[in-house]
């Protein structure tokens, strides 16, 4: 399988920003759809932003216009931006990346349909 590389992750006060990074000198970020996922400590991993293959962008709502997702193909890289971090988004983040795009009956954010993942980059906010 594709190998993707997340990094960017670290630890910031509340209000900071950080940017996250996936790599991969394999998977063609263009054309697919990519996506970004948090686990943190004692929750399930869950959604927070996608871009679909033709271009359109979806946020969960915690996301309230701080974070940017994004891709650069010259690159393979895909980004996350965020900004006016608070704690609640300390977590693990992983981007994650699927080779059959859709909607899969209206399931396309869920985890499981996402087969390829970054290993992971820590982000911690304290208040």
Same mark, same amino acid.
């Given at each position: 399988?594709?190998? %993707? ?14 940017? %996250? ?5 394999? #998977?063609?970020?263009?054309?697919? +759809?990519?996506?970004? #996922? ?17 271009? +359109? ?20 890289? %895909? /980004?996350?931006?965020?900004?006016? %971090? ?6 693990? /983040? ?21 087969? /390829? ?11």
């Amino acid at each position: 399988g594709f190998q %993707l590389v997340d990094s960017g992750g670290g630890s910031v006060q509340a209000g900071g920003s950080l940017t %996250l990074s996936c790599t991969s000198s394999d #998977f063609i970020f263009e054309g697919q +759809d990519v996506a970004w #996922f948090r686990q943190g400590p004692g929750n399930e991993c869950e959604f927070v932003s996608s871009m679909f293959s033709d271009g +359109d962008q979806y946020d969960s709502d915690f996301v309230e216009g701080r974070f940017t997702i994004a891709r650069d193909t010259k690159k393979s890289t %895909l /980004y996350l931006e965020m900004n006016n %971090l608070n704690a609640e988004d300390t977590a693990m /983040y992983f981007c994650a990346a699927r080779s059959k795009n859709g909607w899969y009956g209206g399931n396309w954010d869920r985890p499981e349909h996402f087969e /390829y993942w970054g290993q992971g980059t820590q982000v911690t906010v304290s208040s």
